[in-house]
């Protein structure tokens, strides 16, 4: 079974195979707004492949795990950083006001964008990507959020490709991204 592996493995590294996008449907629409207060949707991104990664500022760990990595391939991808996109789409839209996400991505790269909005357009875009999200009660009035950990790899035209792996070298990633150009 290992062998056959490999050698599959070998076929879509020579073809460039890669599995059939998922046209049933992760993914869609949404009218948002940035860090800057801006309105920001999936059209803007029209023409750009890009990465989708739902969280919220409070995460102790997967978050900012997660947005260091998307960083450093930023960093790494160089000039071609700008036709790409990274998105961070907050699923505690009643804490992450733009300002505070502004000043969470501070930290980050800066081709990151930082996305909320009201209640019902998240609650629309974590339905339209089947994330998973859900208000978990810590002491007092405090709650954190389980959420899903995928990054989504969208092409220009919006369309869900596959999850995007982040735990390989930043050169694999570009190169994967690359294609989607
Ligand atoms: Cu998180």
């Known amino acids: 079974m290992a062998g056959l ?63 260091f990595e998307m960083s450093q391939l930023m960093r790494k991808l160089g000039p071609d950083a700008d036709r790409v996109g990274a998105l961070f789409i907050t699923v505690d839209p009643g804490r992450d006001t733009p300002a505070l996400i502004k000043d969470y991505l501070a930290s980050f790269d800066p081709h990151l964008r930082g996305l909320t909005g009201d209640q019902a357009a998240i609650d629309q875009a974590i339905k339209d990507y089947r994330v998973y999200a859900k208000k978990v009660p810590l002491q007092g009035s405090d709650y954190t959020m389980d959420h899903t950990a995928i990054v989504y790899l969208m092409d220009k035209d919006g369309q869900f490709i596959a999850p995007f792996d982040l735990q390989r070298s930043a050169d694999a990633e570009a190169t994967e991204l690359r294609r989607y150009m």
């Open 5 to 67: 592996l490999l050698f599959l493995g070998g076929i879509f590294a020579v073809t460039g195979y890669s599995p059939t996008p998922h046209p049933a449907a992760i993914g869609g629409p949404f009218r948002l707004v940035d860090q800057n207060d801006k309105p920001f949707g999936d059209q803007d991104m029209k023409g750009k492949p890009y990465l989708v990664f739902f969280g919220f500022t409070h995460c102790p760990d997967i978050c900012p795990t997660t947005l």
